[in-house]
Every structure is written in C-alpha cells, then in structure tokens.
C-alpha cells in the first residue's frame, strides 16, 4: 500500500474558523490532489501540487488554499470555513507518468457547524 | 473540457453473475489513460484497473476486465463471478491527457450484490 496519511482523520468546527487539513506521504510522489467528494458529484479537485511550492487550482478552489513546502506534506486550508465545506476530502498522490495511477489517502470527514 | 460521465447511479446484481458498469469519456486527445477505483462502505478508495488508449486489448485484473471502445469513447468495468463483497462505489476516471496534471472523476454507481 502506498505511504499517505491523512490528518485528522474526522474534525467538527464552526462556520468561520480556520482549518487545515494535512497530507503526509512516504513515497516521493511528485503529484499531490486535494479531492473533496460530495453524493452526487463523485470527486472533485480543489488543489494540485505538481512539486515544491508549485500548485493550481481545480475545479472548486474558491475558499481554499494549499501549500506544498516540503515534497512529503500537503497542506489544506480553509481559512474561514463555511457550511458548504462541510465533506469527506481525500488527499492523492501520484507519479509523474501519464500512465500512473492515484493513490488515495483514508479521507477527512469534516463538518462545519 | 475533459468529463467522464458514469450514467448509472445505482446498480443490482446476483451473487456469481457478471456485471458491467458503464463510463463515457469526452476528449480530443488521441492519448489519454482510463482508471477504475472501488470505494466500499469503509470510505478507502481503492485502484482496480488500468487502460490506456493505445492498449491493443483489453485491460483485465482477475475478475475485472475493461470493455474499452475507443470509436465509442466508453471504458466499461466488467466485474465477473460477483461477490457479496464487491458490493461499493466504483468510480471511472481520466489522467488530464494534455498535461497529466490532474484526474477527472465520474459521479461514481453504487453496486449492490445480492445473496
């Protein structure tokens, strides 16, 4: 099994409190995703990392950031967290070549109240 | 835009018998590769099955096999001899074929086996 460790694994907070959610990996992994999965929608991507301090946007970016300064850790955060972010994220990683699958994380179930 | 469209929200199949579930994928990259994931009940997403678009035949992982028409652009995921613990979400996805930056997902079919 691939080395990803998600951190926390479940968190509660309020609406308008800071959160931020880590993803730790052990196999030198270039690519790094944030995907937030909602029922009905599958996966969607809010952040990518495609090395250190090199990221972009996916497709529901707005009201999060990352930060990548290290090639092992991925940072999420949620700098005033809403009740629409209330979701399981999944942290990914994945080789360079096109050919190379995603490995996921075990998911943060987060609940903004 | 890349999509993958998975138009089966929920699906039922007979212990031991064979099922396929069904994706659709949009590009107009002539290289791009397919992935399958399961997502059982305990939340874990799980790499079944790879194919790539230049792949002479069929990808197969035991009891998985892909059912990829490239004319049609559909990577269907057959699951054979179906067992109770396949019973999950499964997810088709795409690598971004212009920059393999990123995976796209489909909204994923709920597989459910019965006894």
């Known amino acids: 099994d691939a080395g990803i460790t998600q951190s926390p694994r479940h968190k509660v907070t309020e609406t308008g409190t800071p959160v931020t959610l880590r993803c730790h990996q052990t196999e030198n992994h270039r690519y790094m995703y944030w995907y937030r999965q909602d029922p009905g929608h599958g996966l969607r991507l809010i952040h990518y990392?495609?090395?250190?301090?090199?990221?972009d946007k996916g497709e529901v970016s707005d009201g999060y950031s990352v930060s990548r300064s290290k090639t092992e850790d991925f940072l999420l955060t949620l700098e005033s967290a809403t009740s629409s972010q209330t979701s399981v994220y999944f942290c990914?990683?994945?080789?360079?070549?096109?050919?190379?699958?995603?490995?996921f994380g075990q998911g943060t179930r987060l609940t903004v109240v | 835009a890349q999509k993958i469209t998975q138009t089966q929200p929920g699906m039922f199949v007979q212990e031991k018998e064979a099922v396929t579930l069904d994706c659709t994928y949009d590009t107009s990259d002539p290289s791009y590769g397919l992935f399958w994931y399961k997502q059982p009940s305990s939340g874990e997403m799980i790499f079944l099955i790879y194919q790539g678009s230049y792949d002479q035949q069929n990808a197969t992982e035991g009891r998985y096999s892909l059912n990829f028409q490239k004319a049609r652009k559909s990577a269907n995921l057959v699951i054979s001899a179906s067992q109770l613990g396949d019973s999950a979400m499964y997810f088709c996805a795409m690598r971004d074929p212009l920059t393999g930056n990123q995976f796209y997902f489909g909204t994923g079919t709920s597989l459910t086996v019965i006894p």
């Open positions: 990392s495609y090395g250190v301090k090199d990221t």
């Open positions: 990914a990683i994945s080789e360079a070549d096109r050919d190379a699958e995603a490995f």
